[in-house]
């Protein structure tokens, strides 16, 4: 038809990518990013922070108190690398969030002693 042409279809390039496929693919990164974002706070239900803990409590001291409320998966007890001492705080992941309400209720002041 006269008068009337087609735009030509941006093609890919070498360096150059389609602008509706960057977005998909932004579009597909969000979402992971929001997926991982979900995971680590769904995870963290699980944890609990305890403070003030003696300097020399160890991994194992943190273990044996807070096993008796429930099954104690991981223990990150935060190290001072120029004392190798512990810095006097810990984060415990439990199998379950129940049993990290019943650590966070029940043991409100527990003695951690090394």
């Known amino acids: 038809m006269e008068g009337m042409h087609e735009e030509p279809e941006p093609q890919e390039d070498s360096g150059h990518v389609r602008e509706g496929h960057a977005e998909i693919v932004d579009a597909a990164k969000k979402e992971e990013h929001h997926e991982d974002v979900k995971e680590k706070l769904k995870r963290k239900e699980f944890e609990i922070f305890v403070g003030g803990l003696d300097k020399d409590a160890t991994e194992d001291d943190l273990r044996k108190v807070f096993s008796e409320v429930g ?25 379950t969030v129940e049993q990290a309400k019943r650590a966070f209720t029940e043991l409100k002041n527990p003695l951690v002693l090394p």
């Open 71 to 95: 099954n104690v998966t991981d223990v990150r007890l935060m190290m001072n690398p120029q004392t190798k001492k512990n810095k006097g705080f810990a984060f415990l992941h439990f199998a």
